[in-house]
C-alpha cells in the first residue's frame, strides 16, 4: 500500500509516500481502508520531535520518530475484522483514530473505530476524531447554560468544534482568532470574537466562567486573571514550531499543576480518553446538526507533505484534510 513515511525527525520534507506492507487486523481490530485522513498539532509535534522533552513520549523517539507513519484521523469501510470484533463489519463506513492514518489501509482497535455519521462525507467524518473528541471532553460537564466561555484559538480544529458545542449548551461564547477568520468563528455559534491581532481578549476587563486555552501563546497569570474567581481554565496543548523548542506548551501545564491546588479557580490539564463511546456521542452530535466540521483544505496523499507545511505554519483554519 502507499503511506506517508518518515524516518527522521525534520521538515514535511523528510514525509515522503513510499510502498509498505499492507497491514493485518490482529484479535479485536478491524482493517479500514481510508477514504480520509485529516492533520492534527499532534502530527507536526511528531514530525519535527517537538518539543524535545516530549520525545519520552509514546509516540516519539529519542533520535527518531517510532512511529514510522504520519497521521492518525481517518474515515473509510471496514475491509477486514480481526477475530473477537462484534461491533462492526466488513463493509462498515467507519471513523476513528489510530497511528498510521496517512495510509491506504490501517488496522485500529475496535475500541478506536465508531460508525461515522451518516449525514457527513468521509472528509468530514475524518475531520472530527481527535479535534471534536478533545472539544467534548474540555467543556463537556463544564460549561452550563448562561456562563460566558472564552475559547483562545476559535479557529484552529478542536476550537471551531468548541465554539459549536458551548453555544449549543447555552453559553454566552466569545472567540479569538485572527483577521482572517473573524467570520468563520462568527458563523460557528460565536456571540463574540476578538481579533487578537487588534486587540487583547485577555486584558479588556472581562471575566469567564470557563476559559478553553488551544494556543498556550499566554502566561498562566494572563490566563487565570480573565477568570472569575471561581473559573474554570481548560488548557491543552497548543503553540506553533519556531524552530525547535525543549518544553513548548509542555512548560505552562506544568505550571499549572503546580498551582492548581492552592488556588480557588480550577486548573484543567487536558488529557483526552479517546474511544469509540466518544465518537458515538460524536456522531450523535453531528447527525443532530449540533457540530459540523468545518474543512479549511484538502490535499490529496501524495501531497501531503504540503499539508504538514500549511498545517505547521499556523496558517490553517479548521481542518486540513488528505483525500486517499
Known sequence: MKAIVQTRYGSPDTCTLQDVDDPEPAPGEVKVRIRAASLNARDWHLMRGDPYLARLAPGFGLRAPALR??????????????????????????YGLRDGALAEYVCAPERLVARKPANLTFEQAAAMPMAAMTALQGLQGRVRPGQRVLVNGASGGVGTFAVQLAHAWGAEVTGV????NVELVRSLG??????????DALAAGERYDVLFDLVANRSLRDLRRALTPTGTLVLSGGGVFEGGSVLGPIGLLLRSTLVAPFVGQQIVSLSTSPGAEHLDVLRGLAEDGTITPAIDRTYPLPAAPDALRYLETEHARA??????
Open 69 to 94: 507513519i504520519r497521521g492518525s484521523d481517518f474515515a473509510g469501510v471496514v475491509e477486514a475484522v480481526g477475530r473477537d470484533v462484534t461491533s462492526l463489519r466488513t463493509g462498515d463506513e467507519v
Open 319 to 324: 481542518k486540513v484534510v488528505v483525500t486517499i
Open 190 to 199: 460565536a456571540d463574540h470574537v476578538v481579533d487578537y491581532t487588534r486587540d
Open 177 to 180: 482568532c485572527s483577521t482572517r
